[in-house]
T-cell receptor, first 109, second 114 residues
Framework: DAKTTQPTSMDCAEGRAANLPCNHS???????VYWYRQIHSQGPQYIIH???NNETNEMASLIITEDRKSSTLILPHATLRDTAVYYC??????????FGAGTRLTVKP | NAGVMQNPRHLVRRRGQEARLRCSPM?????VYWYRQLPEEGLKFMVY????????ESGMPKERFSAEFPKEGPSILRIQQVVRGDSAAYFC????????????FGAGTRLSVL
């Protein structure tokens, strides 16, 4: 599986958009980009995923570059409850997911 | 529709004892995955099971660890003769199938080995 690179930590002001980048320069054509988050010590929570096109759901938007070597997760209006570790995962159409260290997002009042 | 259920939430064992962790997948899901998370680290894949079959156990330690997903009942992750290094959070996820299906996680079992 391709590896991903994420910043270790980021801060965001409450109410502002949080933009979390992820590099996956060795991604292959059939690998999806998934985003999960883990709030405190809870189980990881699915956010969004995509292959080539940009995606949006009730939680976030996912912007994937045309060459697919990087992506950005956008939380449009961050709240204090969005403080969490965010994981970007590149995954084949198979079984396990390889979690890296993720980005620790802190939303500040 | 209940989510992935794991129990117990917390488990304390003394060195040398056995630990049994249970996972009931979401309704309609036939695929179960186990992950381990050491303190301050990301999740590490352990094993992937379908009903009555182990599909991928490439992340399982070679000794003392085993997993099953019987035809009836929850998936079980079993750790024999636990050591302090087994202390971690163990998460189970389920999905309806492969092919890019979303994995949904349970709240985890926190194992403490004294």
């Amino acid at each position: 599986d391709a590896k991903t690179t994420q910043p270790t930590s980021m801060d965001c002001a409450e109410g502002r958009a949080a933009n979390l980048p992820c590099n996956h320069s060795t991604i292959s054509g059939n690998e999806y980009v998934y985003w999960y988050r883990q709030i405190h010590s809870q189980g990881p929570q699915y956010i969004i995923h995509g292959l080539k096109n940009n995606e949006t759901n009730e939680m976030a938007s996912l912007i994937i570059t045309e060459d697919r070597k990087s992506s950005t997760l956008i939380l449009p209006h961050a709240t204090l409850r969005d403080t969490a570790v965010y994981y970007c995962i590149v995954r084949l159409n198979n079984n396990d997911m390889r979690f890296g260290a993720g980005t620790r997002l802190t939303v500040k009042p | 529709n209940a989510g992935v259920m794991q129990n117990p939430r917390h488990l304390v064992r003394r060195r040398g004892q056995e630990a049994r962790l249970r996972c009931s997948p979401m309704k309609g899901h036939s695929h179960v995955y186990w992950y381990r998370q050491l303190p301050e680290e990301g999740l590490k894949f352990m094993v992937y099971l379908q009903k009555e079959n182990i599909i991928d156990e490439s992340g399982m330690p070679k000794e003392r660890f085993s997993a099953e997903f019987p035809k009836e009942g929850p998936s079980i992750l079993r750790i024999q003769q636990v050591v302090r290094g087994d202390s971690a959070a163990y998460f189970c996820a389920s999905s309806p199938g492969t092919g890019g299906n979303i994995q949904y996680f349970g709240a985890g079992t926190r194992l403490s080995v004294l």
